[in-house]
């Protein structure tokens, strides 16, 4: 099974600023998904980029995936206190999803 | 709002006990996944059910056991209840057992053990 490993643990900013986190993998897959989970709740997909894309958009999210180098990007941008959350790679091959242990990050109004 | 329930949301059960937890999944999702969440720790698999039957484990032990029911509804049991099994327990459903599609959580079952 493939796992995620988010870089970094924490991050805070400031209302307004972008926010980037990084994901790393070790083998092939077919896609890498990304979920926040605000505290203690389930947790919510927010995009899905397949191995053969190189960069998807939704909203003020910004999804990077490099397979060269296995490793996949978040940015938000215009943070807003809403998106203080921990946010989760999934590296997806023929296996099941594994998570990682995330990035909390916390938006500073 | 996923349309993915789960009951109770919060549990609270001494050490050598068993418990039941509920998912209800979206119409249509024939597959759920099972998730152990620690305090700050990422969610764990435990398995997946594909049309009922069991489609991949994680490292936990027998005494964790699932059903699948044809009305998208799904268990997780857990026997011998252990201090440790203290966490939130999330379903997740889609509506494939391929290669990981986008899963739909739960807001997930928070399990306390004395």
């Known amino acids: 099974s493939q796992q995620g490993e988010e870089d970094p643990q924490a991050l805070s900013i400031q209302e307004g600023e972008n926010a980037t986190m990084n994901c790393s993998y070790k083998t092939s897959i077919n896609n890498l998904q990304w979920y926040r989970q605000n505290s203690g709740r389930g947790l919510v997909h927010l995009i899905l980029?397949?191995?053969?894309?190189r960069e998807k958009h939704s909203g003020r999210l910004r999804v990077t995936l490099d397979t060269s180098k296995k490793s996949s990007s978040l940015l938000i941008t215009a943070s807003r206190a809403a998106d203080t959350a921990s946010y989760f790679c999934a590296p997806s091959g023929t296996d099941k999803l594994i998570f990682g242990t995330g990035t909390r990050l916390q938006v500073f109004p | 709002e996923t349309g993915v329930t789960q009951s109770p949301t919060h549990l609270i059960k001494t050490r050598g006990q068993q418990v039941t937890l509920r998912c209800s999944s979206q119409s249509g999702h024939n597959t759920v996944s099972w998730y152990q969440q620690a305090l700050g720790q990422g969610p764990q698999f435990i398995f997946q059910?594909?049309?009922?039957?069991?489609?991949g484990r994680g490292n936990f032990p027998p005494r964790f056991s699932g059903l699948q029911f044809p009305n998208y509804s799904s268990e997780l049991n857990v026997n011998a209840l252990e201090l440790d099994d203290s966490a939130l327990y999330l379903c997740a459903s889609t509506w494939t057992s391929g290669p990981q599609e986008t899963q739909y959580f739960g807001p997930g079952t928070r399990l306390l053990v004395l």
């Open positions: 980029i397949r191995s053969n894309e």
């Open positions: 059910y594909y049309r009922e039957e069991e489609n």
